[in-house]
DNA sequence: ACAGTATTCCATGGATTCATGGAGGAGGAG
DNA sequence: CTCCTCCTCCATGAATCCATGGAATACTGT
């Protein structure tokens, strides 16, 4: 790489690139792209200590992926916009289509192919066609900060307990974060075991936000 | 991050961040984006030595973003796919909109805002008109890689003694790599100062190609 | 087989990154 | 003002990354 000026601006657009080249802060950029959360919720969400969390948090803030809004005592960080949710979902993407270890991880951490998955359209149209429930399954203060207008939110914890909510009459299209996400496989699993028919959506709510679907409950206070 | 199957998924997406976390890798990835080239013409065109420039580019390899042929004693570096060019891109784009640091280095590098700047269909409209002619000042081994059709092939270095190959009753739209290249600019400028009216491509090839325009000269023998 | 060219491999020292625990600072409640 | 919570800053040792020059390897042409 060069001195002088365009070294400099190379150097610069690496700090993009350093701040995505580490396994936790890729884990919290894929929180945040749920949603606004402080810091001691990541640190809780990704098992990390405090000071661990706060510093990767803030490698992200320096590379300008996120930002910062303090409400009284609590930082509450939340990715800059939805072109870094862009980047996050190309980066999986390239990485999912080019590096054959990728494929190979991601098939041990989702387990076996054995559920069904249908895509965004094929899921309005069975709504609109009343075959269909849509089952939010990731954690309660995700769906709060946005989520498929008219989805159920069970967290993928609860479900066992709380099957008897889901009408029995209607098929259930369970969806969580992302592409990569165990949840919602986990929840059509776990839906199929007890004899409801259940598919999940092929990715997830990051795909379907960017995809320019409306969403519902993303107020902020 | 967690041990386990999902820190191992999350550690290999990292590769792919960790590549990007470089200058000097980004500035090759930025020459590959211009088309394929062997070792030795890459180390040439970002002045690295030989050793530096094949870590890197196997470092880039070990990531998926790029993939290798051999030709004789020469090894050829090509990008995997245009799905690495649109992460590359949208590292850019990042990069420019949310670091305020890269916005400045970029304004160094580039010179002031001096120049006039025209979009693409802008450009398709003053070509079929007969007003415009189109220019590539990209290094000649990059225009034989892949070029807008009908564009003209002048190298910035050789741009001031060839000034008469250009029609004079024309004006000159002139493009180079992409959004951060500099050879654009400085043409326009050049050309200004010789009284020809130029004016500059907004991005440039690559942003060309992804966009699905048509390319000519591509082939690969 | 031999010489020549293009590339990769290897060893090395210096710089950067990482996780972690404890101190320090900022803001709110009493 | 004082405690309390949430977060950031700092020091440290281990691990990783980086540029570089010289040796080793792969292939071509004779």
């Not at 862009?86 to 991601?106: I, K, S, Y």
Request: overall charge negative.
């Amino acid at each position: 790489m060069p001195d002088g000026a365009k070294g400099e601006l190379l150097a610069q657009l690496a700090r993009v690139g350093k701040a995505l080249g580490n396994g936790t802060r890729l884990e919290l950029l894929d929180l945040l792209a749920q949603g606004p959360r402080s810091v001691a919720e990541l640190a809780a969400a990704a098992h990390l200590g405090l000071s661990t969390a706060s510093a990767h948090l803030q490698a992200l803030k320096h590379a300008g992926l996120v930002t910062t809004t303090r409400y009284g005592t609590t930082v509450e960080y939340a990715l800059a916009g939805d072109d870094v949710a862009a980047l996050w979902h190309r980066v999986r993407e390239v990485a999912t289509a080019r590096v054959a270890d990728v494929g190979r991880a991601a098939r041990t951490y989702l387990g076996p192919d054995d559920t069904e998955e249908i895509g965004r359209e094929e899921l309005l149209r069975r709504v609109a066609d009343g075959r269909a429930v849509v089952l939010d399954v990731r954690p309660g203060p995700e769906f709060a900060a946005g989520h498929i207008p008219g989805a159920v939110s069970i967290p993928i914890d609860e479900l066992a307990g709380r099957l008897e909510e889901i009408p029995a009459d209607q098929e259930v299209v369970a969806y969580c974060r992302g592409a990569l996400c165990v949840f919602s496989h986990d929840a059509v699993r776990l839906l199929a075991a007890h004899g409801r028919r259940a598919v999940r959506l092929t990715d997830g709510f990051l795909e379907w936000r960017l995809a320019g679907h409306p969403v519902a409950g993303a107020a902020r206070p």
